[in-house]
């Protein structure tokens, strides 16, 4: 038997001379300390772990960079014999260390996102050669959806084989919202000559954020061909449809008016929302028939959207109604909105309005907004 020592032996004593409940606070207490104890030197080591490693990446950075910017960079010419010391010299210490491999991975996506022409070539031939595009291939073959992003990151950043693009394709309705966004981020900067084929089979919601990440994707990818975006109007993935509408919008592409005015009487909401708005900014003229046929059976936001959109049209042709809808409206954004949208037809005179109708204090004081173009919006 272990023999304790007489403290311990009269700690234990003591201890069974409690009451119960006592025993059990005492034992709740002790467990609650070692919990708290441990838990508090896991989180240290953990700090001091990454500590470490943070000082260790800080140097790695430091080597790979000050030798890509002293062996390449700085030089009038670079040869190839250039290229292949460094690709050696990063050979030796990444050749089994994952970690220094991702480092210059990121290093080298830094310095091609910072650089153009001659040096961003030179940093293309130096990824090549390291064969790197092994590690990215593999990543996307992860079960893991963060380094599946990491991969299809890489894959956007540095130069990838025209055969090698089809790697993409399985990953552009992938389940999981971030690897779907880099796919689809990296096929528009890869293939440029058709860059929104995907958009074909895009079974997977596009959604807001989504939207935005490609739009400035599109817009900061000079070399991508723009197709006429009418021909996803008819998708039946309805956030599709209301890509392309913006997409339509921004590109002023108005040939697409007829088949947008189509969209008007479309059953899903938002997709008549942006499509009023999308008349609207194009100047569609055509439209505002249309638009003043479905006003009435329509919802106070729709209704809104409307009167803005034949505001923006600003044909003139539409003043009569716009007038109506002024003067009997009850509803302020109604009022407000009407107000605005005649203030901005061709020849509209507020002084003359105000002497033919008999105007309330509140329809006097939304045109007076609604015409001084310093307060207007």
Not at 185 to 213: C, G, M, V
Request: aromatic residues 10%; hydrophobic residues 45%.
């Amino acid at each position: 038997m272990i023999d304790f020592p007489p403290f311990l032996q009269n700690l234990y004593l003591r201890f069974y001379e409690y009451p119960l409940f006592i025993q059990i606070a005492l034992v709740v207490s002790a467990i609650s300390f070692a919990t708290f104890l441990l838990t508090n030197v896991v989180m240290s080591l953990q700090r001091l772990e990454y500590s470490f490693l943070e000082t260790r990446l800080v140097k790695l950075r430091k080597i790979v960079n000050g030798e890509i910017t002293f062996k390449l960079m700085l030089k009038d010419r670079v040869v190839d014999q250039d290229i292949d010391g460094v690709v050696r010299r990063f050979n030796k210490i990444a050749i089994t260390n994952k970690l220094v491999k991702q480092v210059i991975t990121e290093e080298l996506i830094y310095l091609r996102r910072n650089f153009s022409g001659y040096t961003a070539t030179v940093l293309a031939k130096l990824y090549n050669r390291l064969n790197f595009m092994k590690s990215s291939i593999s990543k996307l073959e992860s079960r893991s959806w963060d380094v599946q992003a990491e991969g299809l990151r890489e894959f956007q950043e540095l130069p990838v084989p025209t055969e090698d693009i089809a790697l993409i394709n399985p990953l552009l309705n992938d389940q999981n919202d971030d690897v779907r966004i880099e796919a689809q981020a990296a096929y528009i900067r890869l293939n440029s000559h058709n860059p929104f084929k995907f958009l074909d089979s895009a079974t997977e919601e596009l959604l807001e954020w989504h939207q935005i990440i490609l739009f400035e994707m599109i817009i900061n990818t000079p070399r991508a061909d723009i197709p006429a975006f009418s021909k996803w109007l008819d998708s039946d993935n309805l956030s599709v449809i209301i890509f392309s509408i913006k997409l339509i919008v921004h590109y002023q592409q108005l040939e697409a008016i007829p088949n947008i005015i189509k969209l008007l009487d479309h059953d899903d909401e938002n997709v008549k929302e942006i499509t009023i708005y999308a008349v609207g900014q194009l100047g569609a003229e055509e439209s505002e028939q249309k638009l003043i046929a479905i006003f009435q059976e329509s919802d106070l936001p729709i209704k809104v959207k409307i009167l803005e959109a034949i505001g923006n049209i600003g044909s003139g042709k539409s003043e009569r109604f716009l007038t109506d809808q002024y003067l009997m409206a009850e509803e302020f954004s109604l009022i407000k909105t009407a107000g605005c949208a005649l203030g901005n037809q061709p020849g509209f005179d507020g002084d003359k309005f105000s002497a033919i109708h008999t105007l309330s204090l509140k329809q006097k004081t939304i045109l007076s907004h609604c015409l001084n173009s310093l307060i207007r919006n």
